[in-house]
Each structure stands twice: as C-alpha cells, then as structure tokens.
C-alpha cells in the first residue's frame, strides 16, 4: 500500500507541476453556456462573468471580455423596459467578438456613439449558423422590442443550418419541410469538472484540438475533397439555397420587420479578397457561389446589403489590418471600427435613429 501511494504520488506531481504553471498562463477561459430547453431556448452564456479569451499556443490574442445580464458576450447590459430606438446586430464569433476587448466589438462601438438617443444590442454566440440568426431575430423583436436589424452573414452560415448536416446542442435548425427544430444543451457534470483544469483548456481551446482532429478525421475519410466536387457540392448548393429561401420566408412573419428595417452585412471569403487571382477563383467555389445567392435572393425582395468585400479590400491597400491575427480571420478592433462605420451609413441605420421613428406593436 505505500508502494502504492508513492507511486501515484510520483505520477500525479508532474501533472500537478504543470497544472500550477498553466494557472500562471493567460489560458482561456470562458463562462459557462448556460441550459438550453423549451423554458430557456436562447443560447447564451452564464450572465455577468467578466472573463479572459485567448488563442493559439503561444497566446497571440489575449483579451478580457465580458457577458452582460443576459448572458450575451457584451460590456453593455440590455434594458428592454427602455422605449428609446432599437438596432439589434445578429451573428455568430464575427458579432460575439472574442477576439477584441470589450467595448470594441461593433455593438458596442455604435452603441457608444449614439448615447442617449438610442441603442445598439448584440444577439450572438459563436458557431451559431442562419438558422439561429432567424431565432435570434425573433427574439430581438419579440422580448426587446427591435426596431430594426442589422444580421452579419458568413460564408459558412448556410449549410449549417439544415439538421441533417449539424445537430450541435444549444442551436436551432431548419428540417427538410422548413420548420425549425431546436437542439437543447445542458453541460455534463464531467464537463462541468474538467472545464476548471488550464491544462485542458489549454488543449481543447488554445490548441483547438477538437477542430483539428475533426479535419483530420474528414480527410482520413475523403469527406473534405467529396464536399467541393461533383454531385456532393450540387446537393450542398442546393440545400444551401433551400436555405436561403426558407429564411427569406419565415423572417418577416418572425420579425414583424419590414424589408426597410433589416440590413445584411456580407462577410466575404478574407483570405481571398487580397489577391484578385485567387478571388475571382474562389467566386466559383461553394464559399462563393452561395453567398452571391444569398445577396440576390435578398435584394430582389428589397433588403439592404452591405457587401464588405470593397471596404476590406480598400483598407488592405491602406495597410490598415482588418484580422486579428495571421492565425486568426476575425475582425480586428480596427475591422470592427470599420464595419460600424459601414453599418451607421446604412439606410436603415439612418431610419432607426436619424429618420422619423414609429414603433411597431
């Protein structure tokens, strides 16, 4: 027996070592996501938690975040008692803003620029595909009283969204026939227990683990190569754009808005923007092809669209950095400067908070 716990003793002091040197390392870690079900159906995180988020193995990024009383990744707590304008921004990560401290993500920008004549909240979470948007949107209106709606688009938004091709808890998504279904989450006590070691935060987060072996995985199977050819990449253009349809047909009803109170922004594929050769390349590929679909469905039925594929491009010849990191295509604290400022040209922006304002019931 004291063999025994010499020997565990032995073992577990390495693991101890590091696990005390890892605490002294700005590894992320993030709140809580907190339940979601038929009582609580909105994914958010657990509510006023300052946090820290950071990334890579060598912590490139290192920023100090903070969830609001909602539980929505936001230096700004919601008020929906408040009657002044409303402008509810809906996204996935590009919204969510990690990767900036807080008070820089484009939400807040605006929101800070407008003072007492209006408001400017923030409904995202990371990962969260276009069908959790539509949810979100309702959301905004119907607890918040939005008065318009400005929904940050990425080319990874569409496919998402049908059931059939992701079922991660805590989103929703669209079925085949169009109706929504949502997958609820709740954290594991296990989960709930490991998420405490910097070690593994460590692995799982800063190294993206995870993510890594899934790519592994797909590509060990031939998924990945399947995915951007032949009849696969017909069927995923096709769902894609059923997407999109169904979308265009349940937002107003979920809404209540009008096509004059909504404004898509267009987030383009980064990496391919800065060289016009391998952009007019990647205009061929599903991550071009659907997001051109996506801008022509919503404009033939009178939406704004804010493409940012000029604004990015222009600031790159600028030698203003519009990514946070080489390892890293999110907004910067500048990109996010820059969309706000594209935003608050909007004609919907200018409605909501310059224009005559009329509230909805």
């Known amino acids: 027996m004291r063999n025994f716990f010499i020997n565990l003793g032995?073992?577990?002091t390495p693991l101890l070592l590091l696990e005390a040197a890892f605490r002294f390392l700005p590894v992320a870690y993030l709140p809580r996501i907190e339940a979601v079900s038929e009582a609580a159906p909105m994914a958010r995180f657990e509510p006023n938690v300052d946090f820290r988020w950071s990334r890579d193995w060598n912590f490139s990024v290192v920023t100090r975040k903070h969830t609001n009383n909602y539980g929505f990744v936001s230096a700004i707590d919601y008020r929906p008692e408040e009657r002044t304008p409303l402008l509810a921004i809906v996204g996935d990560s590009l919204v969510e803003a990690n990767q900036v401290d807080a008070g820089k993500s484009l939400g807040e920008v605006l929101h800070a620029g407008l003072g007492a004549k209006g408001r400017v909240y923030s409904f995202a979470i990371s990962g969260a595909p276009l069908?959790?948007?539509l949810a979100y949107a309702e959301y905004a209106r119907k607890d918040f009283r939005a008065d318009s709606l400005a929904i940050v688009v990425a080319p990874n938004d569409?496919?998402?969204?049908?059931f059939k091709y992701k079922s991660e808890g805590r989103f929703h998504y669209f079925n085949d026939d169009g109706?929504?279904?949502?997958?609820d989450y709740d954290l594991s006590g296990v989960k709930a227990v490991?998420?405490?070691?910097?070690v593994?935060?460590?692995?799982?987060?800063n190294m993206e683990a995870g993510q890594r072996l899934d790519l592994l995985w797909q590509t060990l199977r031939g998924e990945r190569a399947k995915f951007l050819q032949g009849d696969?990449?017909?069927k995923r253009l096709a769902d894609s754009k059923r997407v999109i349809d169904i979308f265009f047909e349940q937002l107003p009803a979920r809404t209540g808005l009008g096509p004059d109170r909504v404004v898509f922004l267009l987030d383009p594929l980064r990496r391919a923007i800065y060289s016009p050769e391998i952009w007019?390349?990647?205009q061929k590929s599903f991550y071009g092809r659907i997001p051109q679909y996506f801008a022509e469905q919503a404009r033939a039925r009178g939406y704004e669209v804010i493409d940012l594929q000029p604004t990015f491009v222009q600031s790159y010849k600028l030698g203003r950095t519009i990514e946070v990191a080489p390892t890293d295509s999110h907004w910067s604290a500048l990109g996010h400067q820059v969309v706000a400022e594209q935003l608050a040209h909007s004609m919907v922006y200018q409605r909501t908070f310059n224009g005559t304002h009329s509230k909805s019931q």
């Open 200 to 205: 593994l935060r460590y692995v799982i987060q």
């Open 280 to 282: 007019a390349e990647a």
């Open 10 to 12: 032995l073992l577990l």
């Open 158 to 162: 569409f496919d998402e969204s049908l």
């Open 232 to 234: 696969d990449l017909e």
């Open 179 to 183: 109706s929504m279904q949502r997958v």
């Open 194 to 198: 490991l998420r405490h070691s910097a």
């Open 131 to 133: 069908s959790q948007y």
